[in-house]
C-alpha cells in the first residue's frame, strides 16, 4: 500500500518561490522506480510538470524549464519541487505521483497519486 501528502502550497506573488513536499509512506521494502509532479487547472487535464526515475534521470515541461527543480530527499521517501520566478500561469493544484512497475515507469505512467496542494500566484 502507497500514500502520498503533498505539502507546501499556499499564494505568492509573481516571482516568489515555493517549495512542494511529497512524503511517501509506503509498505513496500524497496523504493519507487519513478516520481513525478503533475498540475491540473479547471477544465483541463492533468499536465506532467517534472519526473525523476531511481537512476535520478530527471525531465521538464518546457514551460518550467529553468524555473523549477524536483529532487528528493538521500532515503528517497520525500519528494520536493523548488518554484521560483513563478507567474500567473503556474496557479494550479499539483499533485505527487509515484509508480513501482518498471515497465510502467518506463512508459512514463503513474499509479499512485496524493490528493494535491493548491499554488495560487497573483499578479
Known amino acids: 500500500q502507497v500514500q502520498l501528502l503533498e505539502s507546501g502550497g499556499g499564494s505568492v506573488q509573481a516571482g516568489g518561490s515555493l517549495k512542494l513536499s511529497c512524503t511517501v509512506a509506503?509498505?513496500?521494502?524497496?523504493?519507487?522506480?519513478?516520481m513525478a509532479w503533475y498540475r491540473q487547472v479547471p477544465g483541463k487535464d492533468r499536465e506532467l510538470i517534472s519526473n525523476?526515475?531511481?537512476?535520478?534521470?530527471?525531465t521538464y515541461a518546457d514551460s518550467v524549464k529553468g524555473r523549477f527543480t524536483i529532487s528528493q530527499s538521500n532515503a528517497k521517501d520525500t519528494l520536493y519541487l523548488q518554484m521560483n520566478r513563478l507567474e500567473t500561469g503556474d496557479t494550479a493544484v499539483y499533485y505527487c505521483?509515484?509508480?513501482?512497475?518498471?515497465?510502467?515507469?518506463?512508459?512514463?505512467?503513474?499509479?499512485?497519486w496524493g490528493q494535491g496542494t493548491q499554488v495560487t500566484v497573483s499578479s
Open positions: 505521483a509515484a509508480e513501482w512497475r518498471f515497465t510502467y515507469c518506463s512508459d512514463g505512467y503513474y499509479s499512485n
Open positions: 525523476i526515475t531511481s537512476d535520478g534521470t530527471t
Open positions: 509506503s509498505t513496500y521494502t524497496f523504493n519507487s522506480c519513478g
